[in-house]
C-alpha cells in the first residue's frame, strides 16, 4: 500500500488527474485509519500522558478504603518489592483505576507556585508513577467493590502511597487514599550501571542514590577478587525543574532525580574480575553500604581472546506487575531484558542504541528503566546512544525540531548514564574493546560533511588499527543507512533523509565490517552494499576483501513494532516483524559471528559469519582505495 500511494503521488504531482487523486485519497484514508488505530490503542504514546492529572476532583468516599501491606519495605535490603492493596468502594465502576504516588503526598502543597494570579494551583500536579485499572485482574469488582492488586515498588528516594479514582483517566475524581509506606532507607546507593572510561583500562560506576555532597561523600570499594580493596571516590551530579526544557518534564512529569554518581575505576588489568560495592560516608562517621557486585575488565585492545557483544535499539521499560498502562507500550521489553540476564555469563558488553527508557518526560520512569536493567549493567558496560526520545525539543539544538523527549532535552540520558564523549551533550562517542573498534553517532546532531560529528565520525574510523581491531563498527539511532520500514518506503527513500548520502563514502573508505540502527522497531539485514548496490552474493557467510557495508536494524527490543514496506528491495536479505536483539562473537582477528536473537525464547533466527585476513582489509575497493603510482 504504501509503495502504491507514493507512486499515486508522484503521478498526481506530474498528471493532476482526477482518476489519481480519487486514488491517492483512498490510500491517505487508509493510512489515516491505520494511525487512528495506532493512536487509539496507545503505540508510542507514554501511557502517563493520557492522565488529565490537573483535572482532579476531590471527592473522598467515607466508605472507600485503600489498605497497603507491608508498610515498611526493604528490611531486608532489598531495593524491589511486592506491595498487597486490599480496594473497598461501594461505588465501584469499570473506568476506576489506582495510581502509585511518590513522594506519598500528592495534594497542592507540593506544586510550584504559579505566578499567574489568575491560574488555580491544580489539586494534583505531579502524575503517578504508574497506574492499574483496578478491574484489570478482579473481573468481580464492578458487582462487589472489592480487589486485590498487587504492585512491585522499586526504592525511588521517597515514599509511596495509593490512590483510587474514579471517572476514568480523562475526569478522574479521587476517592481514596492508602497508608503511606516506605523503603527502611529510601536514599540508599542503587542501580550501578557500567561504561567503558576513556581508556580501555578505565571503568565507570554510576549510582543513583537520595544523599547529597553535603550529607555523605560518595566512594566505590573495589578491587580484584580475593584481594585487597581500595577506595575511589566519586562526583554527584544532579538537575532542578529549570535545567530541562518543556512539559511535562517541567510540569506533571517532574520528580526530583536525586543524585548521580560516578566513580572512575582505573589502571585495571586486562581480563580480570573485580568486585566493587557502591559506598557513602556519613557526617557522624557511620557508612552506608550497596550489595556488592563483579565485573571482568576489558581486554587490551587487539587482545585475541573470545569477545561477545549485544547490540539492540528502542527496549524501553515494562511492569512485571502488569500494570495496565503498559500492556500496550513496551511489550518486549521485558523478554529482551530476561534473555540478556539468562545469557549474561556470555555477554561480555552491550549498547542500547538510542530510545532508552522511553520516559518521555515523566522522570520516575528513569529509575524504574535502571532498576530493571541492573542485573545487567551492574556486571557488564551498558553503553548507550542518543536516541529522539532522549533529546529532540524544539528551539534547543537537536537537528530534529520534534517533542519526542518530553521536554528532557537530553539532560537525563547525559546525567543517568556515562559515556566517554568529549561533550556528554553531544554524544557521539569512540570506545576500543578488546578486537573491536565502535564509533557511535548522534542522530539527535548535525553529521552532515563539514559538520562536528562528521569530523569526528571520520577521526573515529580513520584511526582504528586494522591489524589489532579488525572489526570495525559503526552505530547510531537512527537509520543513516538502509531500511525498507513503511515510513521511509512511504518516502521513498528507504532511510533516514541526509543519511548515507553524508555518510556511505566514509563507511567504504574506511571499510566498516557492520553499521547498526535502532529507530524502527523491527530487524533487517541487508547485503554488503554501497550505493545501493549489493556487492557480494553470498547471504550467510562473507571472506576476503570488505567490498561493502552490512546494514542491520535493530530496534525491535521492546517499543512496539514497525511495519515494512510491501515492497521488499533487493539488498534486504532477511526481514522480521518480532521482537529481538543481536549478539557478535569474535573468535579472533579472522573470525566473526553475527547472530540475530527473538527475545521471545533467546533462539538464532538469522546469523552470519565473516572469515577475514589483515590483508583483506587493505586490498583496494571501489571508492575506498588510496591514490597509488607506477614511478620508480
Known sequence: MSYLCNLLRKKLVLEKRNMNLVLLLACLVNYNIVFTFAHIHGFGEQPLSKIAIYKTVVSLHSAASLTATPSLLGTKGEDTQWVTLDVDYPDPSAEDWVGVFSPAKFNSSSCPPVNDPKEQIPYICSAPIKYKFVNYSNSHYTKTGKAYLKFQLVNQRADFSFALFSGGLLNPKLVAVSNFISFANPKAPLYPRLAQGKSWDEMAVTWTSGYGINEATPFVEWGPKGKQLVQSSAGTLTFDRNSVCG?????????????????????????????????????????????????????????????????????????????????????????????????????????????????????????????????????????????????????????????????????????????????????????????????????????????????????????????????????????????????????????????????????????VDIAFYGHVHNYERTCPIYQNQCLNTERSHYSGVVDGTIHVVVGGAGSHLSNFSQVTPKWSLYRDYDFGFVKLTAFNHSSLLFEYKKSSDGKVYDSFTISRDYKDVLACVHDGCEATTLAT
Open 247 to 511: 512539559s511535562p518534564a517541567r510540569t506533571v512529569g517532574w520528580r526530583d532525580p536525586g543524585f548521580i554518581h560516578t566513580s572512575f575505576l582505573k589502571n585495571l588489568w586486562p581480563n580480570l574480575v573485580y568486585t566493587y560495592q557502591l559506598g557513602h560516608l556519613l557526617a557522624n562517621g557511620s557508612y552506608i553500604w550497596s550489595k556488592k557486585y563483579s565485573f571482568k575488565s576489558s581486554p587490551y585492545p587487539g587482545q585475541d581472546s573470545l569477545q561477545r557483544v549485544i547490540i539492540f535499539g528502542d527496549m524501553g521499560k515494562a511492569e512485571r506487575d502488569g500494570s495496565n498502562e503498559y500492556s500496550d507500550y513496551q511489550p518486549g521489553s521485558l523478554n529482551t531484558t530476561d534473555q540478556l540476564i539468562k545469557d549474561l555469563e556470555n555477554i561480555d558488553i552491550v549498547f542500547h542504541i538510542g530510545d532508552i527508557s522511553y520516559a518521555n518526560g515523566y522522570l520516575s520512569q528513569w529509575d524504574q528503566f535502571t532498576a530493571q536493567v541492573e542485573p545487567i549493567a551492574s556486571a557488564v558496560p551498558y553503553m548507550i546512544a542518543s536516541g529522539n526520545h532522549e533529546r529532540d525539543w524544539p528551539n534547543t539544538g537537536s537537528f530534529y525540531n520534534t517533542t519526542d523527549s518530553g521536554g528532557e532535552c537530553g539532560v537525563l540520558a547525559q546525567t543517568m548514564f556515562f559515556v566517554p564523549a568529549e561533550n556528554r551533550a553531544n554524544f557521539w562517542y569512540a570506545t576500543d574493546y578488546g578486537m573491536f573498534r565502535f564509533c557511535i553517532a548522534d542522530t539527535e546532531h548535525d553529521w552532515r560533511e563539514g559538520s562536528e560529528q562528521y569530523k569526528f565520525i571520520e577521526h573515529c574510523l580513520a584511526t582504528v588499527d586494522r591489524q589489532k581491531q579488525p572489526w570495525l563498527i559503526f552505530a547510531a539511532h537512527r537509520v543513516l543507512g538502509y531500511s525498507s520500514d513503511f515510513w521511509y518506503g512511504l518516502e521513498g527513500s528507504f532511510e533516514e533523509p541526509m543519511g548515507r548520502e553524508s555518510l556511505q563514502r566514509l563507511w567504504q573508505k574506511y571499510k
